[in-house]
């Protein structure tokens, strides 16, 4: 069955050109809302395809090669008839969610955007391309920067221990949830500068809440990271709080200035009279 899009309220010209002549009702917010979901369902299926052969081969490899470099004669194994598949469309998922993640991140933002003004709506491309390629940036980072020096230290532990015998399956449970999270936390900035935008968070008050902010980095990173070693969830809780900060700045440049009235030339606002 065809799922059509939903029609936007006729705007009352006598209210303002971002005004709706009527209220949307909680169906029809179901009703966009499900429409939108379905085409990033469709965007993340194509996204998924795309990438299943033989792109999802090359970046196995690519993931495998920091292992390879940190030891010697690095193997992966599986114990379970269907762990490498399922191993083999995790890592295409992620490759999916990286190929459809300008549509997902606009049909979130054309979601809210009825609630928005006109001159706020301008933003909603220029927001989806940068929060791709944020996220993009994101899995950059971790691969280079965190997974490297992680995977250094965890596969070296002291010797006599044992030699390591890793699943595909735990590998890469660890590697894509580490480039999934990492990307998805470098669009914190422009997620604290849309919020700051429309209003509902202020740069002080963000600012206020750093102490928190820097306890939720190191928890998130030590769920992101199945491991207790201090060096990789300080590789993780480190960007985290460096990006909030900076979503604290990108918020202090959206905020609206106050709107101070007009002077008159005997120095008194306009509008006002005098006793």
């Known amino acids: 069955m065809a799922v059509n899009p939903p ?4 705007p009352d010209a006598s209210k303002g050109p971002d005004s709706s002549s009527r209220t949307v009702t909680i169906l029809e917010h179901l009703q966009e809302l ?3 979901a379905m085409v990033s369902a469709g965007a993340l299926v194509v996204g998924v395809g795309a990438s299943l052969w033989p792109l999802t ?6 993931l495998k090669k920091p292992a390879e470099d940190s ?3 690095f193997q992966l194994v599986f114990f379970e008839p269907l762990e490498g598949w399922t191993t083999y469309f995790k890592v295409s998922l ?12 606009y049909q979130l933002l054309a979601f ?7 001159n706020e709506r301008r933003w909603v491309y220029p927001i989806a391309i940068g929060a791709s390629l944020s996220f993009v940036a994101g899995v950059a980072f971790a691969y280079y920067v965190e997974l490297r020096p992680a995977l250094g230290f965890l596969l070296n532990p002291p010797e006599g221990i044992g030699e390591p015998l890793i699943s595909a399956g735990k590998y890469f449970d660890f ?20 919020m700051a935008k429309i209003g509902v968070v202020t740069s002080s008050k963000l600012l206020g809440w750093w102490r928190y902010a820097i306890i939720f980095a190191f928890v998130l990173a030590a769920v992101v990271t199945p491991s207790i070693d201090p060096i990789t969830q300080s ?6 709080i460096v990006l909030y900060f900076a979503g604290i700045g990108l918020a202090k440049l959206v905020e609206g200035s106050p709107v101070i009235p007009p002077q008159t030339s005997s120095g008194t606002p306009s509008g006002t009279g005098t006793n």
Do not use: C, H, Q
């Not at 809210?112 to 006109?118: A, R």
């Open 71 to 73: 030891r010697e004669n």
């Open 57 to 62: 081969g090359y970046f196995i490899d690519f």
């Open 94 to 105: 992620l490759l999916g969610i990286a190929m459809a993640m300008p549509v997902l991140v």
């Open 175 to 194: 590697v894509t949830r580490l480039l999934l999270v990492t990307g998805l936390v470098f669009e914190l900035p422009l997620v604290i500068m849309g």
């Open 7 to 10: 029609v936007p309220a006729t």
């Open 34 to 36: 499900r429409y939108r």
């Open 235 to 240: 590789l993780v809780a480190g960007p985290i």
């Open 112 to 118: 809210v955007s009825p609630g928005l003004t006109k």
